[in-house]
């Protein structure tokens, strides 16, 4: 009988000659860098917990039958971050806003947003700036979502409107 899985865990190499103790993440059979040294035990463990965010997103993507009502958002805005992290070009503020996304809507389905709930949001967060951005890339992540069919078709987000700009500005006089 084959001996039962461990499941995802860190594993510290040990030196060897010229090479320095590292951590990895054994999963399996497999062995991934954390790219952490020995004293870094607070890095390794969040690329660990960033490894098995990743391993339920892909699980959810697997075993999808594409319904909004049985798809949550917070596997919406993992996803999102997953693409997105790499390339803009402010990764933790991307993370902050997805964090207070992922707050509020977590343990709530793609099907379950509508208008009452968005602008609820948009109460609950203060002002309708930044709420008004976070629920735009709410909006986006889940277009994205039905783009790589973790979701048949996308659900209505209600976004405030934007403040007019600013006519009038300091000048030297």
């Known amino acids: ?48 917990a960033e490894y098995i965010a990743g ?14 009502s049985t798809v949550p958002i917070a596997s919406v805005l993992m996803l999102y971050w997953e693409v997105k992290q790499h390339s803009v070009s402010r990764p933790v503020y991307l993370k902050a806003m997805l964090g207070r996304l992922n707050d509020w809507w977590g343990d709530r389905y793609v099907d379950d ?7 609820r949001f948009v109460a609950d967060r203060g002002g309708v700036c930044s709420p008004g951005i976070e629920l735009a890339h709410l909006r986006t992540a889940i277009k994205y979502a039905v783009t790589q069919r973790m979701l048949k078709h996308d659900a209505p987000v209600w976004v405030p409107k934007q403040r007019k700009a600013r006519t009038r500005w300091l000048i030297r006089d």
């Open 55 to 68: 391993r339920v997103a892909d699980d959810v993507i697997a075993e999808r039958d594409g319904s909004p």
């Open 113 to 119: 947003i509508t208008e009452a709930l968005c602008r």
């Open 1 to 48: 009988m084959p001996q039962k899985s461990k499941g995802a865990r860190l594993w510290l190499r040990p030196a060897f000659k010229t090479r320095e103790a590292a951590w990895y993440i054994k999963d399996g059979g497999r062995r991934i860098s954390t790219g952490c040294s020995e004293s870094d035990v607070r890095g390794a463990e969040d690329a660990l």
